[in-house]
């Protein structure tokens, strides 16, 4: 199951910055299975892949104290990476012709989520990983993920 969080220290540029970061298993369920692959398709830049909001993005909904991340690709992008955009049926509202590909939800602060930059950084880690583990490694290049284009 995908891990969500907001907490510091995950940008090397900006450790004090709250981060909202998915850590996702690349030999879990398809959702994340595709979601661990979204960074063939970006572009490398700054220890991170950025994928372009025109092939995928996250949307952050927050309802109290819990934050819903769901990661959107369009069909050309997931047969980019090798994933059947068929095996994900649900759409975006923010762009209908997009598949919802995962979905992650947390207990998140308020006030912390508040200050947080609207990207998503997505790590890939197996089920027995914590995110300070990913984070200490020397491997550890995020997926970035923006806001839908019309939220960019």
């Known amino acids: 199951m995908a891990r969500l969080y907001v907490r510091s220290g995950i940008n090397p540029d ?3 910055a709250p981060v909202v970061a998915l850590l996702v298993d690349p030999d879990g369920p398809p959702g994340e299975q595709a979601v661990a692959k979204l960074g063939w398709y970006g572009h490398e830049g700054d220890g991170a892949f950025h994928l372009l909001p025109t092939d995928g993005w996250a949307e952050h909904a927050l309802d109290g104290d819990r934050l819903t991340v769901s990661v959107a690709a369009y069909p050309f992008t997931l047969q980019q990476i090798g994933a059947d ?3 994900f049926p649900e759409r975006s509202p923010a ?7 995962l979905r992650a939800d947390a207990a998140v602060d308020p006030e912390l989520y508040a200050r947080a930059d609207t ?9 027995g990983l914590a995110l300070d583990d990913v984070l200490a490694g020397e491997d550890a290049w995020p997926v970035v993920l923006t806001p839908p284009p019309a939220e960019a």
């Open 119 to 127: 990207a998503t950084a997505v790590f890939t880690a197996g089920p």
């Open 85 to 87: 955009p068929a095996a």
């Open 14 to 16: 900006d450790p004090d």
């Open 95 to 101: 762009a209908p012709e997009a598949a919802l590909v």
